[in-house]
């Protein structure tokens, strides 16, 4: 959804060498703001049978926020500027927009003796919720990965993935320097590594500064509890690899389960047991997936599983607000199977995946991609309901309603070849009724 606004500006010559504040306002959840102005740089006159340049005209721009921070400014050089936390014009600061009443700034450098008019075009863009794809752990050269961040960028965009977190091994100086790009989000992250277990430390440069390898359940409590105070999202990785399990005690202070962790396999059927345990015990715990990826390989992949984030923009603060709030779903490929929720929260507003709904409100359940044979599972605290999708099947649209339950999720099996037994191949984070 688009918003446009215009206006104009007449200056005299009398305001040669002012700065002129023009606001306009910005309301919440605001994704990007385009500004474009236009003016006579040397207005033409007539001179008997020629047409002469007049006085020369130059009118810079600036852009003020609300609290009075400069957002930035490019002088008179540039004709339009764009401003977003998904990159922004050179010498404009790529930030979260917020609301209120901005400013810009015009400076009236050189105006000719019959004045100028100056027009102003803005198009500002509102969030909306949508699909966004990505992988929550990977690693890259700055700990045992094989690939550079630009590198592993550059091949989730080949992948049409959206995003992607990468979580090298107790290392967080390489989050100092992540790459920008445009058209993908790069989030920092840290896998906290030890011999008893593995955590992710998602969406913050540095979670921790003390030393990494605690001796005791004290010590990994208190530096749990330093990265939660420094604003990381903690995710307790693949609890039930057989490799490296988690050995320290569940009531650490964790945010998120890793229920889904590369290939589809029993130590993932383990952890997602574990937390629907938690889920009918009345706890409310969000999932996530990854790929923990390091090299190519026959069954490693990026994105695979793919963590699929319904959220309201690209942005690094909009996707960790989904992760978090478990905004979504894992399949196991971008070209996997997809999901969709909706249904009404206790005050009356559209809600989903992660999401507070009313007991007994009207449940709409959408599920594309599908394949003869795949099930679909429908799965609460008191019932489990299953379906099979016949030859031709593509979509599925349902409609429940649960008056006496106390979550629901779902999830949807799939034979990949002739002969091999249905495996996981899709799951939801919950719908809490409340």
Same mark, same amino acid.
């Given at each position: ?47 008997? =049978? ?34 977003? =936390? ?303 999708? =016949? ?44």
């Amino acid at each position: 959804m688009t918003k446009n606004i215009h206006f104009q500006l007449f200056l005299d010559k009398f305001r040669e060498r002012e700065y002129i504040r023009l606001p306009f306002d910005v309301e919440k959840d605001t994704e990007s703001i385009t500004i474009q102005y236009r003016y006579p740089s040397s207005p033409l006159r007539e001179e008997g =049978p020629f047409t002469v340049a007049g006085e020369p005209c130059t009118i810079d721009l600036a852009v003020m926020m609300p609290d009075g921070t400069m957002a930035g400014a490019s002088g008179s050089d540039r004709s339009c500027i764009r401003l977003s =936390p998904l990159g922004s014009s050179a010498g404009f600061a790529s930030c979260e927009l917020p609301a209120g009443t901005w400013h810009i700034i015009a400076g009236a450098y050189h105006i000719p003796s019959g004045g100028v008019t100056v027009e102003y075009e803005l198009e500002l863009t509102l969030k909306e919720r949508r699909l966004f794809k990505g992988d929550t752990h990977v690693h890259t050269t700055a700990s045992d990965g094989v690939l550079e961040p630009v590198e592993a960028a550059i091949l989730a965009r080949r992948m049409g993935l959206d995003f992607l977190i990468l979580t090298d091994h107790n290392n967080s100086a390489q989050n100092e320097r992540l790459p920008f790009f445009q058209d993908i989000t790069l989030i920092p992250g840290t896998e906290w590594t030890h011999y008893k277990g593995h955590a992710g430390f998602l969406g913050v440069k540095q979670a921790f500064r003390a030393p990494y390898f605690t001796a005791s359940l004290q010590e990994t409590a208190d530096l749990f509890r330093e990265a939660g105070e420094n604003g990381a999202f903690r995710v307790i990785n693949h609890p039930f690899c057989p490799l490296v399990p988690w050995e320290w005690d569940f009531t650490l202070p964790f945010d998120g389960l890793e229920v889904w962790n590369g290939v589809m396999s029993e130590r993932n059927e383990k952890a997602a047991f574990w937390w629907h345990r938690q889920l009918c015990a009345g706890r409310r715990l969000p999932v996530t997936g990854g790929s923990d990826y390091h090299r190519p390989g026959l069954l490693g992949s990026l994105a695979m599983p793919c963590q699929c984030l319904y959220a309201a923009s690209r942005s690094q603060t909009d996707l960790m607000k989904a992760l978090r709030r478990g905004n979504g779903y894992l399949s196991y490929l971008p070209t996997g199977p997809q999901a969709d929720l909706l249904t009404l929260s206790p005050e009356g507003h559209p809600a989903s995946f992660g999401e507070d709904a009313a007991p007994g409100a009207s449940v709409e359940i959408f599920f594309s991609g599908l394949c003869q044979g795949d099930e679909i599972r429908l799965l609460t605290d008191t019932a489990a309901e299953s379906l099979s999708a =016949p030859a031709g099947a593509a979509e599925l649209k349902l409609t429940r309603r649960y008056p006496d339950a106390h979550f629901l999720r779902l999830e949807l099996y799939r034979s990949y070849a002739p002969g091999l037994p249905p495996m996981k191949a899709l799951l939801t984070n919950p719908v809490y009724f409340r």
